[in-house]
């Protein structure tokens, strides 16, 4: 048997299994990468390693190259745990064999009159190239000469000759570098691994030939990129990737890292021409597998100008390499797609997925991570060409991003889920290590970077990466955050933290984690809803959002086919920015002002906030210009309280008599209350006029106005303290959506008054319509979808039973009588045109709790949040729906002050209006036969008036000015 049949584990110390360094082996596996055949390059490089040398030590330095191209193969293929594996062997074999840089024979290492033909087959700009005669095989010296018997001790190597292609294997630690830090990003300077390798790979003294420290410093170029030594890493690679006019085979890496590092900077068109000359570097060489990943970024960081050129660049090499490498062709056909889309030359673009389309159907052509890069590219052109993210059936748009996220997000190895990008592997790296620096500054700062938005470069290196980041599920890091300043018991930042996790409950549920709801806000509102910073990113930003906003602000057409035609263009341009590489301001929801919002709280109003988290209930209490912070202990029993106190009114009882007999039910609403808070003086009303809550988890469904202030005698909450509710502390400051200019109120109502009687219900509601000064009953006097409302009426009224969709809470219809059309649901509202009514009243949704069950609040939380979102300034919507007589007491008196005294004032009213009214129970259809004797029946039963959530947001009238106080911690 030949010694390298035998498996890896089985060579014994010092048994070299072939000759060459790395083995014939390794390079005809490298052929088989560039050809495009993942599986099979692959198994070529297993087979490679086995041919490597192994000495007592483990595997020699000849295993570099070879794990830096498994790296490659799982990289593409998608296991980036592979990746991980396969990288940091390259760099503990470069670490453990220290100072090996210093045994070659450098002396020899540029052949003296050599010549370098130009290769056959490229473009002028590749061919003329001059590449510098640089020899495949040194002589290496190995071992150690043993001139004592004192040396006879540890691990010995007699010394020894070998000629090995010292070049490549500096290639293989070069690319390891590379992916290294496209693997780890941020996380980069963290690793240990990557300083201890600059410092395994130093410069040796004795080594002085320029050739050769250009080759180690193109080596050490790379290293820095890894370590996220950015500028340095640009100096070193334009120190030594050129010499004497002529490049070496470590330039196109150590000038691909130097392109990257411009592409974080604020000039990033700068790296288009160091990207370019990387192409034609790799190309003259036969470096295949670098050309792709250079015209990629070159078509990333392309600006309008530039991206044409690119383009033509991308087409070019594309044609010329197909038959040298069919994966630098297919790299080159994608990233020239997008370089097109960009450049608006739509049908170059389709040209090119074509073609690439058609390679990767090849069966020697397995690409996985290029097909998600095309599946972007793809959403991308399906945009510019009118197309935009469907609400019901998949659009072209949604076919494309759903070929790109089964790589990126649902990747699989025979049934076992990868993880296949790398800033989600980056957010199970953090999952990971939780809890071991909790507390740590640097560890705050670290989470920052995750629960932010990707960075620009991010977008320019790698796209697919950076979308797919915005859409999975970041609470991880969110939490951690959170619980770092619980730690702290930082309460001013606490509140912070609360925000972004509740804000991004909402945005990670929307296409593209909430991208095209940004672009939505950002042109839709006026400077004031939008903020300072947003107004001057809109004034300055691309001429594709300029012109989305011009089209937002022109007057709407008024034939409906018009408008819904108008519209749809509005969406496909939403949809191309939220595709292209910009990064957008956060408008939506509106983020809480860290440093000034608690201070501008008017006087004797507090800010309530509650989030639970892995069955804690973390508590803020903002007021006086400081933030209390404390934890609800017992968490988990919370949800059944709530459902005791809900049942002990009437909500979702299934048998009995619906209303209580007496009040034990307030004994249960004050175990709930000292549940929720430290002591009776907590919140009282010698502290508080006026109180915004922002509930969490099941929280939604209780009504805090029931609660009474001190012992089940006392006053109750609402009594004394006027509530309001947000779905997030920046919602409490922020309104979403201007004043109505309109007056007008709508009312959509189907059988909600007297349900069993078709003919008492009409009147009832036309009744209503009748006592408002200008009101429109819909779709009688005006038949369009609710979404197309727009502003043509100031407050819209839904009086019909709303049941939010259990699968996709964005799919619930809204009017009532628009169900029948996916116009009528949050999604739509979501959409453009950009205009709504500047309130909306759901006072028949049935959140879970009419049905007997405890959610998780995410049916109200999602709703109100959508409505919010698309511009809606104030929204009431009803916990459990009631309906009859006590419904048309309340709707009347409030829908009387609403265009006239705003959502607050008007409900206070209606409600007091509601409580202080006579009621027949026979006209209540919640109400048992048994209890239709009832005798002195009152709209007093919190069952009839406490069903009411009213989210509305403080005026600016209503905040001190800015820095009125200072908030204290």
Wanted: charged share 20%; aromatic share 6%; proline share 7%.
């Amino acid at each position: 048997m030949r010694v390298s049949s035998l498996p890896a584990q089985d060579l014994l110390p010092g048994v070299e299994p072939a000759s060459s360094y790395p083995s014939v082996t390794y390079y005809q596996a490298l052929d088989i990468y560039r050809s495009g055949d993942l599986p099979t390059a692959n198994k070529a490089f297993e087979a490679a390693l086995r041919s490597s040398r192994v000495d007592i030590n483990g595997r020699w330095i000849d295993a570099i190259p070879v794990y830096a191209m498994m790296a490659e193969c799982q990289w593409h293929l998608g296991d980036l745990v592979a990746t991980r594996q396969n990288l940091d062997n390259v760099y503990q074999i470069a670490i453990r064999y220290r100072g090996w840089l210093g045994r070659p024979d450098w002396a020899s290492v540029l052949q003296a009159n050599v010549q370098r033909t130009p290769p056959p087959g490229l473009w002028p700009q590749a061919a003329s190239v001059n590449r510098l005669p640089i020899a495949s095989k040194l002589q290496y010296a190995s071992g150690q000469r043993i001139t004592a018997p004192s040396q006879l001790r540890g691990t010995i190597e007699e010394y020894n000759v070998k000629v090995i292609d010292v070049v490549e294997i500096m290639r293989g630690l070069s690319i390891a570098s590379y992916r290294r830090r496209m693997l780890l990003g941020s996380l980069a300077d963290q690793d240990p691994l990557t300083r201890e390798v600059l410092d395994a790979t130093k410069y040796p003294a004795d080594v002085q030939i320029p050739i050769a420290r250009a080759l180690m410093g193109s080596v050490r170029a790379t290293e820095r990129f890894a370590n996220h030594e950015d500028q340095q890493a640009v100096t070193d690679a334009m120190k030594s990737s050129v010499v004497n006019n002529g490049v070496h085979p470590l330039s196109p890496l150590a000038q691909l890292c130097q392109a990257s590092a411009i592409a974080g900077s604020d000039k990033p068109h700068e790296a288009v021409p160091v990207a370019a000359n990387v192409v034609n570097i790799a190309a003259s060489l036969g470096h295949y597998e670098v050309v792709g990943e250079a015209m990629q970024l070159a078509a990333g960081c392309a600006n309008e100008q530039q991206a044409g050129v690119v383009r033509v660049s991308a087409e070019t090499a594309a044609t010329s390499l197909i038959r040298k490498s069919r994966l630098a062709a297919l790299h080159c056909m994608v990233a020239g797609a997008d370089a097109a889309v960009t450049a608006g030359e739509l049908d170059a673009a389709s040209q090119l997925l074509n073609q690439a389309q058609a390679m990767v159907g090849r069966r020697d052509v397995f690409q996985p991570r290029l097909n998600a890069y095309g599946g972007y590219v793809a959403a991308r052109l399906a945009a510019a060409r009118g197309d935009a993210v469907g609400m019901v059936a998949a659009s072209e748009v949604d076919q494309a991003l759903d070929l790109m996220n089964a790589f990126a997000l649902n990747r699989k190895d025979r049934n076992r889920p990868l993880i296949s990008m790398p800033r989600i592997y980056q957010m199970e790296l953090i999952r990971q290590s939780m809890g071991k620096q909790l507390g740590g500054e640097s560890s705050d700062k670290l989470l920052e970077r995750y629960t932010n938005e990707p960075p620009p470069e991010l977008w320019r290196r790698d796209p697919v990466d950076a979308l797919s980041s915005t859409t999975v599920d970041r609470t991880v890091p969110h939490t951690a955050r959170l619980q770092i300043a619980a730690y702290k018991k930082q309460g001013t930042e606490v509140l912070a933290r609360m925000d972004e996790l509740l804000s991004h409950r909402f945005l990670r549920r929307l296409a593209m984690g909430g991208r095209i709801t940004q672009v939505r806000s950002l042109v839709r509102g006026d400077d004031k809803v939008i903020g300072k910073e947003a107004a001057e990113f809109r004034n300055k930003a691309p001429k594709n959002i300029k012109a989305l906003r011009q089209a937002v602000v022109a007057p709407p057409p008024a034939d409906k086919d018009a408008l819904l035609l108008a519209a749809n263009r509005m969406e496909s341009l939403a949809t191309q920015i939220a595709l292209s590489r910009v990064t957008l301001p956060r408008t939506m929801l509106p983020p809480l002002q860290e440093k000034t919002a608690v201070a501008r709280l008017p006087d004797r109003t507090g800010l309530l906030t509650f989030v639970s988290v892995d069955n804690r209930l973390y508590v803020t209490l903002a007021a006086e210009g400081k933030v209390e912070f404390w934890t609800v202990g017992g968490a988990a029993r919370i949800p059944g309280e709530i459902g005791r106190l809900l049942v002990s009114i009437g909500v979702g009882k299934a048998r009995g008599k619906r209303l209580p007999e007496d009040d034990t039910w307030r004994r249960a609403a004050v175990t709930l209350r000292r549940h929720l808070f430290p002591d009776d003086t907590t919140i009282s009303a010698d502290r508080f006029d006026q109180l915004i809550i922002v509930p969490d988890s099941a929280l939604w469904y209780l009504p805090f106005e029931m609660l009474p202030i001190e012992g089940d005698q006392s006053p109750l909450i609402g009594d004394r303290i006027k509530i309001r509710y947000a779905a997030t502390p920046g919602l409490a400051f922020q309104p979403t959506g201007p004043r109505a200019t309109s007056r007008a109120v709508a009312i959509a109502a189907d059988m909600f008054f007297a349900p069993r009687d078709l003919e008492l219900n009409e009147t009832i509601t036309q009744s209503l319509a009748d006592s408002v000064n200008d009101s429109i009953r819909i779709p009688q006097k005006l038949n369009v979808p609710s979404s197309l409302l727009a502003d043509s009426v100031g407050h819209l009224l839904v009086a019909a039973p709303v049941a939010p969709n259990p699968k996709n809470a964005f799919a619930t219809n809204v009017g009532a009588y628009d169900r029948g059309t996916p116009a009528g649901t949050l999604a739509a509202w979501m959409r453009f045109p950009a205009k709504t009514p500047e309130s909306v009243l759901l006072a028949g949704f049935r959140s879970s709790v009419d049905q007997g069950k405890m959610g998780s609040g995410e049916d109200l939380f999602l709703t109100v949040c959508a409505l919010q979102s698309s511009g809606v300034r104030n929204v009431m919507v009803s916990r459990w729906i009631v309906g009859g007589e006590s419904s048309a007491i309340a709707m009347r008196e409030l829908l009387q002050e609403l265009p006239f005294s705003g959502m607050n004032e008007s409900w206070a009213r209606a409600r007091a209006v509601l409580r202080r009214s006579e009621l027949d129970p026979v006209a209540e259809p919640l109400l048992r036969q048994s209890e239709h004797e009832i005798e002195g029946l009152t709209g007093d039963q919190p069952f009839f008036w406490a069903s009411y959530l009213v989210a509305a947001p403080l005026a600016e009238s209503e905040l001190k000015p800015p820095g009125a106080i200072t908030p204290k911690k």
